[in-house]
């Protein structure tokens, strides 16, 4: 059920407020308490080198990606140098899951959870925590709740286990055609990966993109399309 929020709340909003927000989420990551992170797009540098360190220094953390970063060419070498310096198993990538009607939609929450004593602390936004995220127009909330917490770490462990099960966890070449100099993509590509796309299509610049090599082939669905 939904939550309502009675604890004070601190709220940042973009791109006025921007590099507040980030330094403050940045702060946040650094704690060395255990983290749960939920990302659809994860780039910026500061982020993943907190993580991890936090990982270097044995502090428990768990990460959930969108799989959609595994298909881009901007993306996926930072995923992969990423999930290749934390330990087996704590960067996991996803989609919506089973609480939605169509599974293999975007994981689109962009929300952190630091088991700081002696509450818990929450990061929630729309902004996505890349170089980009904090100065688009977006955004973001802090604040300290064990029952918040409670909800989003077994929600994360619902949503990981899943996704295990699930989510294909390998990262696959990307096609050339993809080759982006852009850390926000989304500007130039819109969710080309194996999930629906909603009201979201394929395009470079206007042009169709070519489907990635392999099985995939694009394949109408009831708004829009879907790789299959």
């Known amino acids: 059920m939904p939550l309502t929020v009675t604890v004070p709340t601190t709220w940042y909003s973009l791109p006025r407020e921007g590099a507040q927000a980030q330094a403050d989420f940045l702060a946040l990551l650094a704690l060395p308490v255990e983290t749960y992170v939920m990302a659809f797009t994860l780039t910026l540098a500061p982020a993943l080198a907190a993580l991890e360190?936090?990982?270097?220094?044995?502090?428990?953390?768990?990460?959930?990606?969108?799989?959609?970063?595994?298909?881009?060419?901007?993306?996926?070498?930072?995923?992969?140098?990423?999930?290749?310096?934390?330990?087996?198993?704590?960067?996991?990538?996803?989609?919506?899951?089973?609480?939605?009607?169509?599974?293999?939609?975007?994981?689109?929450?962009k929300s952190a959870c630091k088991l700081t004593t002696p509450v818990p602390t929450l990061w929630k936004g729309s902004a996505n925590p890349t170089?980009?995220?904090?100065?688009?127009?977006?955004?973001?909330?802090?604040?300290?709740?064990?029952?918040?917490?409670?909800?989003?770490?077994?929600?994360?462990?619902?949503?990981e286990t899943w996704a295990l099960a699930h989510v294909d966890q390998t990262l696959p070449a990307v096609p050339a055609a993809l080759g982006l100099e852009t850390e926000d993509w989304r500007e130039y590509v819109v969710n080309v990966h194996p999930c629906v796309f909603g009201e979201h299509?394929?395009?470079?610049?206007?042009?169709?993109?070519?489907?990635?090599?392999?099985?995939?082939?694009?394949v109408p669905v009831e708004e829009g399309y879907e790789i299959a």
């Open 53 to 109: 360190a936090l990982a270097a220094a044995g502090v428990p953390v768990h990460v959930l990606l969108d799989r959609s970063q595994c298909l881009m060419c901007y993306e996926t070498p930072k995923v992969r140098a990423f999930m290749a310096a934390m330990p087996a198993g704590s960067v996991v990538l996803t989609t919506a899951g089973p609480d939605s009607p169509r599974p293999s939609v975007i994981m689109h929450r």
């Open 131 to 159: 170089a980009e995220g904090f100065m688009e127009g977006n955004e973001c909330a802090c604040c300290q709740s064990a029952e918040l917490a409670a909800e989003f770490v077994a929600d994360f462990a619902a949503l």
């Open 201 to 218: 299509y394929p395009m470079i610049s206007g042009q169709e993109v070519p489907a990635p090599p392999g099985d995939y082939h694009l």
